[in-house]
């Protein structure tokens, strides 16, 4: 034991002198359990992101390091606390959960480096717990449900029932879609996360309930079974359904193989959608599906764009990690090149950016995808910026 | 030195590994060797009280890791509470106050779900404990205020006299020390008159029962104290992960718990440490190789059952003792 | 009080509890007669799911797939009872413990690592696929029935087996004397795979019909082993019948906490604090259940006769 540690000691301090022509990245995502199937979309999504980079930044090497979170927040904590104490990375980018979010930020933080969320988005983060060191490559939770409750004023529905898992990211879906939504919410039913995965007493309330809508927020694989119950019980035509996160690019494929045909047409918004039109995001998609096989997840596109905003900060300030503030600067600018198209950054560091409804469709060779209905806003900042005392 | 056993010159020589190495590390710029350390130890006191029972007393407790998280939530309530306001009575940054919550929550825990759980035996009984685990954890999710699932980040450690958590260095001593305590504790304990009633009513209840001794009473009083250093590690380990969520208290903990006391040796002083120190070296070394290190792990687990008598600590009792 | 609703949330409670109890049969049969505590039940349920949901794009049809897995998973259990389990037996619950925990690891990785993380949808049939109306605006998914009905069948013939043939005599038997049993010229090691592998099929069967609702899933064995325990405990360990009660009024009390909990919290707290305890205590309710049955009969609700 002893030999091994101090094998693994030469070997980090080798590693120190080197450490000045690189820059060191750790990516925390969720490689085991069953939210590996999301972290392994975002792992995809990160290495192709490093391939079109040529494995360079402002000219130094790019050294990643993955971390897995086992889908645990304390696991997460542990795993980020190796990345900035041991590995000493530069950035850590990554997180998939809130609650892991939540529980890991101060120790990247406190270390002074930079976080960069690509994908969770918990309002704490960015209201009264900001950080002019963190950046975030997705959305604050919040918004793309209050998207979803806007798409509902429009189509009219005047009740809903909300369904969602019990958790940071569970209980923003559900604050979001209150916020915008102007009719009557008959009931919300919270459930255990993330091991319940039988959601029929849920949908037998809610068929009790008379609503005209159903929404829902059930995120990886729990959202490919809450589909299927869905149809099982028969509620297409009684109880229309509305979601957020919960279908994506990697529950279609199963979806496809089992034949689920109820799933195509069905709706839900997002900041994202492979038809973007921009060369960024033409070159991410057709270079993804054509190593994969698969359409990226907006998991997938969100870690892609999170190298890229590094890339411009590192690029930035000429391959010169000391400076913080130019690096600082450089994100908060946006000024790289989104595969969702033009965004701004809020005091709070979160995307002022445009949201979308989008439709399970079939792409001209069969597979099932996706595609952009309308636009629902144009420019939409979270609530929680208020919060945050930067400017 | 001539006359300690094997098992002795094991227990000396893990106990100055662990006296000298994480601090090495530390100096040398390992913070994260010493990290490892620090939960080492720590969790290294947990399964050294889980011992006292589980090894000495026969009473398999399977829901620990409630005493954990109620150390730790006595240090993240009145934390929080001193930061973000609310419940006057107990909000507070002083370690102290923390401490006496910890301590005395665990006893009180100890004492209403032994007193019911040791009226059953054998696996009833791990069951229950189980259950009564699982009540705590869910009672913690439930809980909006400090979020429930979602856990409570600790801003401001406990405030000691003459110790400075946010040291590492200092909190690890602390943790150490009490390490060191905890096991001369047990092993008096053990040794006294009680242990050896406690001892007894583990091979055969209704001698020691038809020898005039209230066997109830005596497990009783040892699955409270065991209970209370269970509580007073979970204390240490909030100040240590300064983030605790209802999570520390799932069975799956206290499992781990119970795997790390019998892997190392249950019913030995050193078996619980040397148990936790493997399992998280080990864990932490295979998942730096490969993200399916559970199946080795799992295989080398199967493997000591199947090889080896007596856990690990098995392997050393060759002559002697 | 709604009773269509009512009536539907019993349907799905029994449901639940009737797959709780294909599970725990397997589990009770395993520790009452073998004397082992096997963690790795679990991990056999996971397994039966996996391979029919294979099977079902192999064979085209989920029903077919089912009929193939089931001696399929009873075969995997015999392996494990040969290779690992049988050398288990002769020592202590500890042991027990430990060593069906490392077996778990092993076989959700070896999972993972066959099948891949992301599970497997499984496609029904589509005269399977519907919903029947029982009466008006109660509308249950014909799959559903199809478990009710499976269960219900299942555990009859356990009845009958374990009751009226030569088999279930010698389990019996065996539970409460197993020298007695091989001084009868019985081999008992024989006896021994073969309730182990019927163990398995169980658990696997369980796996198999929960698929096409949640899908094949690594780790969907670690969340209903301890509730399987729970209710083998709450039944008496070993005893069929104390099984079944014990499953069902699990599976009622789960689905009837998660209907009709919160709209009972709101009487006394606010709505969002409702929303957060309700699933946490009525997840919480079957722990309860089980340390009260205990705390007045610590043996369980029937206790094995003999030991």
């Known amino acids: 034991m002893k030999r091994l540690l101090s094998a693994a000691l030469a070997a980090t301090m080798l590693t120190g002198l080197a450490q000045a022509a690189e820059v060191k990245i750790g990516f925390v995502t969720t490689l085991t359990t069953g939210g590996a199937v999301v972290g392994k979309d975002q792992e995809k999504a990160v290495n192709l992101a490093i391939e079109h980079m040529g494995g360079k930044m402002g000219g130094l090497d790019i050294n990643l390091i993955f971390g897995d979170d086992g889908f645990k927040p304390e696991t997460g904590k542990q795993v980020t606390d190796k990345l900035v104490k041991q590995d000493n990375v530069d950035f850590v980018a990554g997180y998939i959960w809130s609650h892991v979010l939540l529980a890991s930020r101060k120790s990247v933080l406190d270390a002074g480096k930079f976080l960069i969320s690509a994908n969770a988005g918990p309002g704490p983060v960015a209201g009264k717990l900001c950080h002019e060191n963190f950046f975030s490559s997705s959305w604050q939770n919040d918004q793309t449900p209050m998207a979803m409750g806007e798409v509902l004023n429009q189509k009219g529905v005047k009740s809903i029932y909300v369904i969602a898992p019990n958790y940071a990211a569970g209980k923003g879906m559900v604050a979001g879609v209150k916020r915008t939504f102007k009719g009557e919410i008959l009931g919300v039913d919270m459930t255990t996360w993330p091991t319940q995965l039988d959601f029929s007493a849920e949908l037998a309330k809610a068929k009790a309930s008379g609503a005209e809508g159903l929404f829902v927020f059930y995120p990886g694989k729990a959202g490919g079974a809450f589909m299927k119950q869905y149809q099982q019980a028969g509620l297409k035509n009684s109880l229309p359904l509305y979601t957020v996160f919960s279908v994506d690019a990697l529950s279609l494929p199963k979806f496809q193989a089992a034949n689920f045909t109820d799933v195509l047409g069905s709706q839900f918004t997002q900041q994202w959608d492979p038809t973007i039109d921009n060369a960024q995001n033409k070159r991410f998609v057709a270079d993804f599906r054509a190593k994969h096989g ?95 005392s930067m400017n | ?258 795997f790390m006391v019998i892997l190392g040796g249950a019913a030995t002083a050193f078996g619980p440490v040397l148990g936790s120190s493997v399992f998280i070296l080990v864990e932490e070394i295979l998942s730096s190789f490969t993200i399916f290190w559970h199946l080795p792990f799992g295989l080398m687990l199967i493997g000591v059952v199947l090889f080896i008598r007596g856990g690990l600590m098995g392997l050393f009792k060759g002559k002697g003792k | ?180 049993v091989s001084a009868l010229g019985i081999d008992i090691q024989t006896l021994f795979a073969l309730v182990f592998a019927l163990g398995a099929m169980l658990s696997g069967l369980a796996g198999m019909l929960i698929a096409p609702i949640t899908g094949a899933n690594i780790g969907m064995g670690g969340q209903i082993i301890i509730t399987a325990f729970v209710v083998i405990i709450i039944g008496g360990i070993g005893s069929m019948k104390g099984a079944f009660i014990a499953a069902i009024i699990i599976g009622l009390i789960d689905t009837l906490g998660r209907s009709f909990l919160d709209t009972l919290f709101t009487l006394i707290m606010n709505e969002n604090a409702a929303e957060t305890a309700a699933p946490a205590v009525s997840a919480m309710m079957i722990y309860i259940l089980m340390a009260v049955i205990l705390a007045v009969k610590p043996q369980g609700l029937f206790p094995p006769k003999v030991r």
Not at chain 1, 334 to 358: C, E, K, W
Not at chain 3, 47 to 67: D, Q
């Open chain 1, 294 to 388: 698969a359409y990226p997840s907006f998991y997938a596109a969100q870690a892609y764009d999170s190298m890229f905003l590094i890339q411009s900060a590192v690029d930035a300030v000429g391959g010169d990690l000391t400076n913080m503030d130019g690096m600082r600067a450089a994100m908060k600018s946006a000024s790289y090149s989104s595969v969702r198209g033009d965004y701004t950054y809020g005091n709070n560091h979160m995307p002022i950016q445009a949201f979308y409804l989008r439709e399970v469709v079939k792409d001209s060779g069969g597979n099932w995808t996706t595609k952009i209905v309308q636009t629902v806003y144009d420019a939409h900042q979270d609530t929680y910026a208020k919060d945050c």
């Open chain 2, 1 to 258: 030195m001539n006359n300690l056993t094997k098992v002795g010159w094991v227990t000396v020589m893990g106990m100055i590994a662990l006296a000298i190495l994480p601090p090495y590390f530390l100096l040398t710029g390992q913070a994260f060797y010493m990290d490892l350390a620090t939960r080492l130890v720590i969790l290294g006191i947990a399964a050294v009280s889980l011992n006292l029972i589980l090894g000495f007393g026969g009473m398999v407790s399977f829901g620990h890791a409630a005493f954990i998280g109620l150390g730790a939530y006595a240090v993240g309530i009145p934390s929080y509470h001193a930061t973000w306001g609310g419940f006057d009575l107990i909000a507070s940054y002083n370690g102290l106050l923390h401490l006496v919550l910890a301590l005395g929550v665990s006893a009180l825990f100890a004492l209403i779900t032994g007193a019911i759980s040791l009226r059953t035996k054998g696996v009833y009984f791990i069951m229950i404990t189980m259950a009564f685990g699982q009540m705590a954890f869910f009672l913690f999710q439930s809980l909006d205020v400090y979020n429930g699932d979602d856990g409570l980040t600790i801003d401001v450690r406990s405030e000691l006299p003459f110790i400075n958590l946010d040291s590492p260095m200092q909190l690890y001593g602390l943790s150490y020390i009490s390490l060191v305590i905890a096991m001369l504790l047990v092993k008096t304990i053990v040794n006294s008159r009680f242990g050896m009633v406690l001892q007894g009513a583990k091979g055969n209840n209704e001698r020691m029962v038809t020898l005039g001794y209230n066997t109830y009473l005596y497990r009783l009083a040892a699955y409270v104290i065991s209970g209370v250093m269970c509580g007073y590690a979970g204390f240490l380990l909030g100040n240590f992960t300064t983030f605790i969520s209802p999570d520390m208290m799932h069975w799956t903990r206290s499992g781990e718990l119970m």
């Open chain 3, 1 to 180: 009080m709604d009773y269509t609703l009512l009536f539907v949330q019993v349907l799905n409670g029994l449901q639940l509890g009737l797959l709780l109890f294909l599970v725990a049969s397997g589990l009770t049969l395993v520790f009452g007669i073998l004397d082992f505590v096997n963690l790795a039940h679990g991990s056999i349920y996971m397994i039966g799911a996996f391979i029919c949901a294979s099977l079902t794009f192999v064979l085209g049809n989920f029903l077919w797939a089912v009929l193939v897995a089931l001696p399929l998973t009873g075969i995997v259990g015999y392996a494990l009872e040969r290779i690992v389990a049988r050398n288990l037996y002769d020592k202590d619950h500890l042991d027990h413990v430990l060593g069906t925990f490392g077996l778990v690891l092993v076989l959700d990785t070896s999972a993972h690592i066959l099948w891949g993380p992301a599970g497997i949808t499984v496609p029904l049939p589509l005269w399977l696929d519907g919903q029947v109306e029982l009466f008006t605006g109660a509308v249950i998914p014909v799959f559903r029935l199809l478990i009710i009905g499976t269960g219900l069948t299942v555990a009859t013939g356990l009845f009958w087996l374990v009751n009226y043939t030569r088999l279930g005599m010698l389990i019996r038997a065996g539970a409460s004397n197993r020298t007695m």
